[in-house]
C-alpha cells in the first residue's frame, strides 16, 4: 500500500474500507431516519410534568430514552464515520451537522426530566421501585442524575443549556477543518534531495526514519506551516475554554476541571496524583532520553530525534494482513471468544484501513456500537501501526461486550475507564512479541518501542494534562489564551519533561497547534491513568490465567454500571491513590535498564 503520494478515496480497496451499510443501507435511508427524528422532541416533551406522578411513566420515559438514543447514536455514527472518509466532502459535512442539530434539538426537549427527577422524594422513588421492579434497570441512571443535585439548574435553564450545546461544538469543529481539510504542508526533503509527502497522516512515520535530514525537515515544515496558523489555533482554544468556563460556572462548579471529571465520577484527586507521580519519576524519563542520545550517536539530540528507532537496521515491514495474523495470536491469551470477535471484526469490514486524502488523520474507535464499533487506521506497514490495531480493536470489543451484556441505560463507559482495555492489548502484544524473540537486536528495538509507547501514553500525555490544567487556570483567570502565552508555557514544560539532554527546538514550542485532544474537556489524562491500570491488569492475566482473564471480562462487560474507581477494581486494580502509577513508571525503569544492558 506503499505510495509516493497519498491516494484519493475512490482509489482504495473495498475491502480496506469500513462497510457503513450495516448502519443505513444508503444516504437516502439515513436522510429518511433524520427527517423522522426531527418530530422525535414531542413524545419527550409530551412527559413534561409527569416525571413524579407515578413509576410506570417514570419507565416509559427511560424506554422512550434508550429507544432514541440508540437510534441518534446510528444517526450520528454514520454521519460521522462519512465526513470522516474525506473531511473535505461537503455533502457528509452537512450530514454531520444536521446529525448534530437533531441531536441538540432532542436534548434540549428532553431538559425537563434532570430537574423533575431532581425534585421527586427520595420516599416516593424508593415507592416507585418496590411498585415497578422494571425500573430497577434504571436506578443508576437515576442516581447519576441526583447525585449531581447542586449542579441541576430549572428546566427552563437547563434547555437553554442545551441549546447552546450546538454552538459551543464550534472551536473544535474549526480547528478539525483547519487542521484536516484546509492545512497544506511542504514536502519534507531527505539527505538525497528526494521529495516526501508530509500530511498528518505521515509526519510520525516521517520522525520514525533513519534518515535525520528527513526527519529534520519534517518537523520544521510541520511546525512551520502551524506557525504561520498559530493565532488561528490560539482563538479557537481561547474559544474552547471560554465554553468550558461558561458551563462550569452556570453549572456551579469551582473549576472546568470539576466539571468536566464530575460528570464522569473520577475524583479531581486522581488527576493531581498522577502529575505529582509522574513528577516523582522523572529521573527515569531523564535516564531513557540520555540513553536514546547515546545509542544516536550525536552530540545534541533533538525533538525531531523522539520516534526514529535507536536500534539501527532492526525495522521490520508488517503488512496489514500479517499485523491483523499476530495481534489475533498474541490475545489468544483472552479466551475463545474474544479471538472469534477479533476476526469478525476483521472479515466483516468493521475497519476503515488506509489513508487517503482528506481523510481524518490518527485512528479511533467509534463511539457508535450498533450495531457494531467501526474502527478508523491510517495503517503505514510499522510496527506502530500494528500496535494502533491492537489499541483500537481492544476500544471496539469493550464497546461490544458492553453493549452486548448491559441495558442501553448503563451500556456506555466512561473515558476514564475508555483507554484500559485499548492498552491492555497492546501490553499484552508486547509481551507476546518479547517472548518469541531471542535476536539481541530485534529485542532491543521491540524494548526502545515499547518504552516508546510508555513515554508518550504516561508521561507525554500527562505533560498534556499538565498543559490542559494550566489553560483551565489561565483562562479561569481571565488570561486570554494567546499563541505567545501557550507557546511559553508549552515550551516550559517541554524542558521539564525531556530533560537536560534534549534540545527543545524552536518548532516544538508550538506542538499544542496540532493536538487535537486538547478539545476534549480533560481526556487526555485518561490515557496515562488508563496505562498504568493496563500494565497492571496484564501482567495479571499473564500471571494468573483464567481467573484474571474472567475478572476483565467482567469488566469489559460492565459499562457504565457502577463509577470508573470501582469497574477497574473488578479487574484488580485501584487508581484511588497514586501506587498504579508508580508501579508503572518503575517497570519503566527496569525497561529503560534491560536496553542499556542489550
Known amino acids: 500500500m506503499a505510495a509516493e503520494r497519498i491516494p484519493e478515496r475512490k482509489d482504495i480497496p473495498v475491502?480496506?474500507?469500513?462497510?457503513?451499510?450495516?448502519?443505513?443501507?444508503?444516504?437516502?435511508?439515513?436522510?429518511?431516519?433524520?427527517?423522522?427524528?426531527?418530530?422525535?422532541?414531542?413524545?419527550?416533551?409530551?412527559?413534561?410534568?409527569?416525571?413524579?406522578?407515578?413509576?410506570?411513566?417514570?419507565?416509559?420515559?427511560?424506554?422512550?430514552?434508550?429507544?432514541?438514543?440508540?437510534?441518534?447514536?446510528?444517526?450520528?455514527?454514520?454521519a460521522n464515520c462519512k465526513s470522516d472518509e474525506d473531511t473535505a466532502q461537503g455533502y457528509y459535512q452537512d450530514l454531520k451537522s444536521k446529525a448534530m442539530s437533531v441531536y441538540v434539538s432532542i436534548a434540549g426537549a428532553a431538559a425537563f426530566a434532570a430537574p423533575e427527577i431532581m425534585a421527586i422524594p427520595e420516599d416516593t422513588l424508593n415507592a416507585f421501585y418496590a411498585a415497578c421492579p422494571e425500573l430497577e434497570e434504571y436506578r443508576r441512571a437515576l442516581y447519576r442524575i441526583r447525585r449531581r443535585a447542586e449542579h441541576i439548574l430549572s428546566p427552563a435553564e437547563e434547555k437553554l443549556l442545551a441549546a447552546a450545546g450546538e454552538m459551543a461544538d464550534a472551536p473544535e469543529s474549526v480547528c478539525s477543518a483547519l487542521r484536516n481539510a484546509d492545512l497544506r504542508f511542504e514536502d519534507a526533503v531527505d539527505s538525497e534531495g528526494n521529495r516526501h509527502p508530509l500530511s498528518a497522516g505521515t509526519f510520525v512515520p516521517l520522525l520514525e526514519s533513519s534518515d535525520r535530514v528527513l526527519r529534520k525537515s519534517a518537523f520544521e515544515n510541520c511546525f512551520g506551516t502551524y506557525g504561520q496558523f498559530k493565532n488561528t489555533v490560539a482563538a479557537t482554544l481561547d474559544g474552547q475554554f471560554k465554553q468550558l468556563r461558561f458551563f462550569a460556572e452556570a453549572r456551579k462548579y469551582p473549576s472546568t476541571l470539576a466539571a468536566a471529571l464530575d460528570r464522569t465520577e473520577v475524583p479531581e484527586a486522581v488527576y493531581l496524583n498522577l502529575i505529582e507521580a509522574v513528577h516523582r519519576n522523572m529521573d527515569k524519563m531523564y535516564r531513557y532520553v540520555a540513553l536514546r542520545k547515546k545509542l544516536l550517536g550525536v552530540d545534541e539530540l533533538h525533538m525531531y530525534d523522539v520516534y526514529t528507532p535507536v536500534v539501527a537496521d532492526a525495522a521490520v515491514s508488517i503488512s496489514f494482513e500479517e499485523a491483523k495474523q499476530r495481534v489475533l495470536e498474541a490475545l489468544s491469551v483472552m479466551g475463545e471468544d474474544y479471538v472469534e470477535l477479533l476476526k469478525k471484526g476483521f472479515e466483516n469490514r468493521w475497519i476503515d484501513v488506509y489513508e487517503n486524502r482528506g481523510k481524518r488523520s490518527g485512528a479511533y474507535s467509534s463511539g457508535s456500537s450498533r450495531p457494531h464499533p467501526y474502527v478508523l487506521l491510517n495503517h503505514k506497514d510499522t510496527l506502530d501501526s500494528m500496535f494502533t490495531l491492537a489499541h483500537e480493536m481492544g476500544h471496539a470489543l469493550h464497546s461490544y461486550y458492553s453493549t452486548a451484556k448491559q441495558p442501553v441505560s448503563t451500556a456506555d463507559y466512561v473515558i476514564f475507564v475508555a483507554e484500559v482495555a485499548s492498552t491492555v492489548n497492546e501490553v499484552l502484544l508486547m509481551r507476546h512479541m518479547l517472548e518469541r524473540t531471542e535476536d539481541k537486536k530485534q529485542r532491543a528495538y521491540l524494548i526502545n518501542h515499547f518504552l516508546d509507547q510508555f513515554k508518550g501514553t504516561v508521561y507525554r500525555q500527562t505533560m498534556f494534562a499538565e498543559f490542559e490544567l494550566e489553560m483551565g487556570r489561565m483562562s479561569e483567570a481571565g488570561q486570554a489564551l494567546t499563541a505567545d502565552a501557550l507557546c511559553e508555557k508549552y515550551l516550559e514544560l517541554n524542558k521539564l519533561y525531556f530533560g537536560p539532554d534534549m534540545i527543545s527546538d524552536e518548532g516544538i514550542a508550538l506542538e499544542w497547534a496540532r493536538i487535537p485532544h486538547f478539545f476534549y474537556n480533560y481526556y487526555v489524562f485518561q490515557y496515562a491513568t488508563g496505562f498504568s491500570a493496563a500494565v497492571a491488569i496484564a501482567e495479571r492475566i499473564l500471571k494468573e490465567g483464567s481467573p484474571a482473564v474472567e475478572d476483565y471480562k467482567r469488566f469489559l462487560s460492565s459499562g457504565g454500571s457502577s463509577d470508573p474507581i470501582s469497574l477497574l477494581k473488578i479487574a484488580g486494580v485501584d487508581m484511588s491513590g497514586p501506587e498504579p502509577v508508580d508501579a508503572a513508571l518503575k517497570f519503566f525503569g527496569e525497561l529503560v535498564e534491560e536496553l542499556e544492558k542489550l
Open 15 to 78: 475491502e480496506y474500507t469500513w462497510d457503513l451499510t450495516d448502519i443505513f443501507a444508503s444516504d437516502e435511508a439515513w436522510l429518511e431516519e433524520y427527517e423522522a427524528l426531527k418530530g422525535e422532541g414531542e413524545k419527550i416533551s409530551a412527559f413534561a410534568g409527569k416525571l413524579g406522578e407515578k413509576a410506570e411513566t417514570l419507565l416509559s420515559y427511560f424506554r422512550l430514552e434508550d429507544e432514541l438514543g440508540i437510534r441518534l447514536e446510528m444517526l450520528m455514527g454514520y
